[in-house]
C-alpha cells in the first residue's frame, strides 16, 4: 500500500531537485523558470502580435516571474537576518569543458533584458541624451527587473547561490544593445551591491543591500575616475586620512560619475598612505561633498557628475568591509577587473546595436537600382564589422567564465577592455560612414551610439560584472 511522504521527505524533495545529468537546480530555478518560459514564449506568440497585446503580456508575465523570486526570497530570508559572519556567494564549479553557450535561465534573463532594453530604453534614449539624465519613470521600471536580487545571496533576501559574471554580461550587453548611457544609468547602482556581497561587512550588507531591492530605485553608484592624464585606477590621487574619532577624512575629485545627480551614496575610491586604495561610502548630504553636473560628449543619460571632496569625514563603519576586512583581506584590483569585463560587455553591446542597425539602412538603401549592400565595399565593412564583434564578445565571456571560478583576471580582464575599446570605436566610426550623411545627424541613432562607444576608452570603475 502506498503511503504519503513524510514532512522530511518533502521538505528535502521540495529543496533540492536533480537534473538529468546529475546536477542539482536552484531554487531560483525552479521558482521562476516557468513563468520566464512563458514569458519567452507567449510574449513573443503570433496571437499576442496580431491583436497589439505583446507589451501588456509581456509585461504581465515579468510581474509574475518577479513576485515568485520575491516571494521565494522572502521566505529563504527569514530567521537569517540576524548579525554575523557576511554573506557571501560561492564560485561556480570547475567546468569540465569550454562552452559559452548560455544556460536556459541565462537565455530567459537575456531575452528578458533584450525586451527592456528594446520597449523601454531605446525609444526614451533621444530625449535622455538631450535631457542629459534618465527618466524617473524608466528607473522605476528598471527596478521591476529585480537585478540586484540576482546578485545578493538567498540569506539576505536574493536568489544567487553561485557567483555569475557570464550571467551579469549577458545582461550587461542586451541593456546597452538598448541605449549605452540609459543601460549605464539602471546598472550603476549594481555596481555597489556586488562590492557589498563580495567585501562587505554583516552590517554593511543588512544597512544597505535591502536598499536596492525594494520596488523603489535606489540611486548609487562606484566613483573611481579622476580626472588626470593616463589615470590608473589602482593608484589614485584621492586619499583618505585617519581622523581623531577613528574615523576617516577623504580629500579628492572624482570625474564623471554616473547618477550623480540622482544617487543617495557614492562608494569612493581613495587611497590610505602605506595601505592602498579602499572603498568608503559616502553618503549625498555628507559636509564637504560638492557635487556637479558634468555632461560630456558620450553617455548622457546617465547623469554624469564631477563628485569633489573636500575634507569629507566619514565613520569608521563607512570603510567597506570594515578594519579587519578592508585593510588585511580587501582585493581592490578585484573590483577594478571585473568593472574592465562590465565595460567590455557594454562595448559589445552597443557595437551589436551599429551593426543592426546598419544592416537594415544599407539593405534599404539604394544606389544605381540596388541594395548598396551588393557592393563589395559595403558588404565587406559590415562582415568586418560582424567578426570584430565577436572577437570582442569572445574576450569578454571568456574573461567573465574565469571571474566566476574564482580565478584572477587582471590579465584577461585588461586584454578585454583595451581590445573592446578599440574595435568599439572602429565599429562606430564605420557605422557612421555607412550611413554618410544621416550619420552626421540626429535623426539617426547611430550618430548617439558612436560618441556613447567612444567612451569605452575612457571610463574606469561606475559599473561592476
Avoid at 534614449?125 to 540586484?148: C, E, F, K, V
Amino acid at each position: 500500500m502506498d503511503t504519503l511522504p513524510g514532512k522530511d521527505a518533502m521538505t528535502q524533495r521540495a529543496q533540492s531537485t536533480t537534473r538529468v545529468d546529475g546536477t542539482k537546480t536552484s531554487t531560483f530555478e525552479r521558482v521562476t523558470r516557468q513563468p520566464l518560459r512563458l514569458l519567452t514564449k507567449f510574449g513573443g506568440a503570433q496571437l499576442t502580435e496580431r491583436f497589439g497585446l505583446r507589451r501588456p503580456v509581456g509585461r504581465a508575465l515579468h510581474d509574475v516571474a518577479k513576485v515568485a523570486a520575491r516571494a521565494m526570497a522572502s521566505a529563504s530570508a527569514k530567521g537569517k537576518a540576524e548579525v554575523g559572519a557576511p554573506a557571501r556567494v560561492r564560485s561556480a564549479p570547475e567546468a569540465s569543458r569550454f562552452d559559452l553557450r548560455p544556460s536556459e535561465e541565462q537565455d530567459m534573463l537575456r531575452t528578458t533584458a533584450r525586451r527592456f532594453a528594446e520597449d523601454i530604453l531605446r525609444p526614451a534614449a533621444h530625449d535622455a541624451d538631450s535631457a542629459t539624465a534618465p527618466p524617473p519613470a524608466l528607473l522605476s521600471r528598471a527596478q521591476g527587473l529585480t537585478l540586484a536580487a540576482l546578485v545578493v545571496p538567498e540569506e539576505l533576501g536574493g536568489v544567487a547561490e553561485t557567483r555569475s559574471i557570464v550571467t551579469s554580461t549577458l545582461i550587461i550587453e542586451e541593456l546597452a544593445r538598448g541605449d549605452l548611457g540609459l543601460a549605464l544609468a539602471v546598472l550603476a547602482p549594481l555596481g555597489v551591491v556586488h562590492a557589498l556581497v563580495d567585501w562587505g561587512t554583516r552590517s554593511q550588507q543588512t544597512q544597505w543591500l535591502p536598499r536596492f531591492m525594494g520596488d523603489s530605485f535606489a540611486g548609487a553608484s562606484l566613483a573611481v575616475l579622476e580626472s588626470q592624464p593616463l589615470f590608473d585606477p589602482n593608484r589614485p590621487r584621492t586619499g583618505a586620512i585617519r581622523a581623531s574619532d577613528g574615523g576617516w577624512t577623504l580629500h579628492g575629485e572624482k570625474a564623471l560619475v554616473p547618477l550623480a545627480g540622482l544617487a543617495e551614496v557614492f562608494l569612493v575610491a581613495a587611497d590610505i598612505r602605506g595601505v592602498g586604495p579602499r572603498l568608503f561610502f559616502v553618503q549625498r548630504n555628507a559636509e564637504g561633498l560638492r557635487i556637479e553636473p558634468e555632461p560630456a560628449m558620450g553617455l548622457r543619460a546617465a547623469d554624469l557628475g564631477r563628485v569633489r571632496l573636500e575634507g569629507v569625514h566619514v565613520g569608521r563603519e563607512a570603510l567597506l568591509g570594515g578594519e579587519e576586512g578592508s585593510l588585511r583581506g580587501f582585493d581592490y584590483a578585484s573590483i577594478v577587473d571585473r568593472a574592465r569585463v562590465a565595460w567590455g560587455a557594454m562595448a559589445v553591446g552597443g557595437s551589436q546595436a551599429v551593426l543592426e542597425y546598419v544592416m537594415g539602412y544599407c539593405s534599404e538603401r539604394k544606389a544605381f537600382g540596388e541594395p548598396i549592400t551588393n557592393r563589395q565595399a559595403v558588404a565587406f565593412l559590415i562582415a568586418d564589422m560582424a567578426i570584430e564583434i565577436e572577437g570582442m564578445r569572445l574576450m569578454v565571456q571568456r574573461s567573465a567564465s574565469l571571474a566566476d571560478r574564482g580565478v584572477g583576471v587582471s590579465r584577461e580582464a585588461s586584454m578585454a577592455r583595451t581590445h573592446c575599446a578599440a574595435k568599439a570605436m572602429k565599429v562606430g566610426t564605420d557605422g557612421v560612414q555607412l550611413l554618410g550623411g544621416h550619420g552626421f545627424v540626429k535623426d539617426h541613432p547611430v550618430e548617439r551610439w558612436y560618441r556613447d562607444l567612444r567612451s569605452i576608452g575612457v571610463m574606469e570603475g561606475a559599473l561592476s560584472a
